[in-house]
């Protein structure tokens, strides 16, 4: 399996360009390929915008017609929200990872231009319609929007929980005995404060407080907050840092 090509059919922008690009590495994709550029190539703007996905991360091709652009893929993939008048299938963004995951050898996907969208011929010669749950109201999306969409379905297929980078980060859980401990810590003070009353209601109001504490997931770090909130809360305005020194 070969990730999909995509392809900006006569974009306007180099802007557009360079933020297309980026989102493609952020999403590991590479494959960016331009038909009949306005502004030309290379485009200044669009490596600006790029962030340094352009030339580093995201190759770019330039093609004068779409039929040069897509000549080695097997399956083509057209971009619109708008009735075109012809028989072709028109598929949801997870539907188009399915097709595309399955499909040798490599895919396109094509985006249209800013001011006009895809050309009609270029829609002829795709397999399919790809197209977004948009508001019937207001369907039109900026290029780098679209390429983002796709971009982002596409990379989700193989996600697999959080980004290793925010795991590592993440404080341990909090141990039982942490956790029970801070509920008791939090307890005495709600006695020493006449919380609990009358005192038939104990246990159940007890119950209630570990039952949130429990299901909030806390980690190590979170308990050693909260009892510090705890304390400063008991200690009183204006009294904790004095004690907490002592």
Request: charged share 20%.
């Amino acid at each position: 399996m070969t990730a999909p090509a995509f392809i900006l059919v006569a974009p306007q922008m180099g802007e557009n360009i360079g933020a297309a690009a980026r989102v493609m590495a952020n999403f590991g994709l590479t494959d960016l390929r331009l038909v009949a550029p306005r502004d030309g190539w290379p485009n200044p703007a669009a490596e600006t915008m790029s962030a340094g996905a352009l030339p580093e991360v995201v190759t770019v091709q330039v093609f004068e017609q779409v039929e040069d652009a897509i000549a080695d893929c097997g399956l083509v993939l057209a971009t619109t929200a708008r009735p075109r008048g012809m028989e072709k299938p028109v598929l949801g963004a997870a539907e188009a990872v399915v097709r595309i995951r399955g499909t040798q050898p490599r895919t396109a996907i094509l985006f249209g231009a800013e001011r006009s969208g895809l050309p009609n011929e270029a829609v002829a010669l795709s397999d399919a319609i790809l197209s977004f749950p948009v508001s019937r109201s207001f369907t039109s999306l900026n290029l780098a929007q679209a390429v983002a969409l796709m971009a982002h379905s596409y990379a989700e297929a193989d996600a697999s929980g959080p980004p290793a980078v925010f795991a590592d980060s993440v404080d341990a859980p909090a141990t039982r005995d942490e956790l029970v401990g801070m509920m008791e810590h939090f307890e005495e003070e709600l006695d020493r404060a006449g919380f609990f009353f009358p005192e038939a209601k104990r246990a159940p109001m007890v119950l209630n407080l570990r039952n949130a504490f429990t299901r909030a997931g806390w980690t190590a770090q979170e308990v050693r907050t909260f009892r510090g909130a705890v304390k400063a809360l008991a200690i009183g305005r204006g009294k904790y840092r004095v004690k907490r020194d002592d």
